[in-house]
């Protein structure tokens, strides 16, 4: 594929924002907690370098079979993508994927006419579809480790996730549009105050509803968690119009979204 | 997944092989219907290698986007990726991801238990699932023409489409598997005989079921068509487990499957 050819990012550029980025919003959260944090990301641009044709062309195909939701379920990123998907999140592509889905989604909700009874609704997923746990995977091998929730609910404790920034655009959006906006996410009940802190730390607020996974909600597919909860909305007479997410489990299932927008994860899969 | 680490195959040859199979079959249809054909498929690679980086950053996500349903719908490839979608087409990429999306489904059907009443089904769709008309868009634009039917119908005429092979052999082996095969196509009935001919020339023979669009289905969009196909076959007794398409028309909508499996194409969109 092209983009394995030429790699087509600015290292430079976009690392130091990247850096600066997560430095800014873990400074500023570290401070609130008091927890020491790590200010730079580590990363070792030159093995990009060094993937090889047929490396690139392997993990491409993987990817896209990700994204299209062929491979499924999958544990792990493939040990031989370990440094195309650091590079993938790191470098422009990411970011310049992310955009693309918000400013579809954008177009797409500017054209649908809504109702007057205020039950036109857009749900949003919370993790990597709003907030950005990039830092946290960053230490953890952008997706090579299998997933440790123990360790990651460390994480969403410091409520240090920064924004996806298009993401935020698209929400701020749709809610001037007069859009009801659901918050689905597979994070438990436990985590609704350290949720609700990140949010709106990162700039999100002015939601309708957060649904956290609640004690029965537990050991459910998040498939089938968050088709229910749909079916719910439903039945409340809401008309769900648009859903973006990052799984495909966000999106799939039943009371299926009049239009759902998939955003890019290669680093994890969630059944 | 390790089967696909190494793809054992050179550009060179791979392009040699492409215009070979293309040639070959085009010669040997060409002498049943007497229709004169060129041999070649006429491709400028230098024109690739000139692209930007910022070109192939854009369009690298168009693609993502539309593979991922969330670019929906379009009309036409965008005027800046035609050199790119070229590129993708005729190089080892759209073959590595073909390959890819048969092994995973080949996979998948190998690990499904089926039931003794010969009632599990695979669906196959036909264009650029089962046959390729990549001769045809080679000649017009690889997509940066708007669809003309009259045309594309004439070729559908000569029955000249080569097989995917990743495809051929996925048929072969959920049919070794006991699957019963549907083909599903958005063709007319008008081109049963065509494409009765052309599939048996491309090696596929021995389906369950040949659906095409009747003169009440013309005018459907493709996936309420394809749906209503799927629940009638759902009401005979069969479960549907797997679906292989190169639309999401092809996949989404109601008596959905089990699986599905989404092929690549950035050349068309069928709403």
Known sequence: MNASKFPTFLPCFLLSFTFL????????????????RPLIVEYDRAAVYELDEEVK??????????????????KTVPQECGAYVKDYMMGRAYSA???RVSREAGAYAKKVELGSDGRDAWIFDIDETLLSNL???ADHGFGLEVFNSERFDKWVDEAAAPAIQSSLKLYKEVMDLGFKVFL????????RAVTVENLINAGFQNWDELILRAP??????AVVYKSAKREE???EGYRILGNSGDQWSDLLGSSMSSRSFKLPNPMYYIL
Chains 1, 2 share one sequence.
């Open 135 to 137: 830092p946290y995977y």
């Open 21 to 36: 980025l997560f430095s800014t919003s873990q400074a500023t959260l570290a401070s609130s907690h008091g927890l020491p």
């Open 233 to 235: 909305m439903a039945k």
């Open 216 to 221: 029965d909600d537990q050991g459910k597919q």
């Open 184 to 191: 689905l996410t597979g994070r438990s009940e436990k985590q």
């Open 57 to 74: 062309l392997f993990c491409d195909s993987w990817r896209l079979a990700v994204e299209a939701n062929n491979i499924n379920p999958w």
């Open 97 to 99: 994927d992310l955009d």
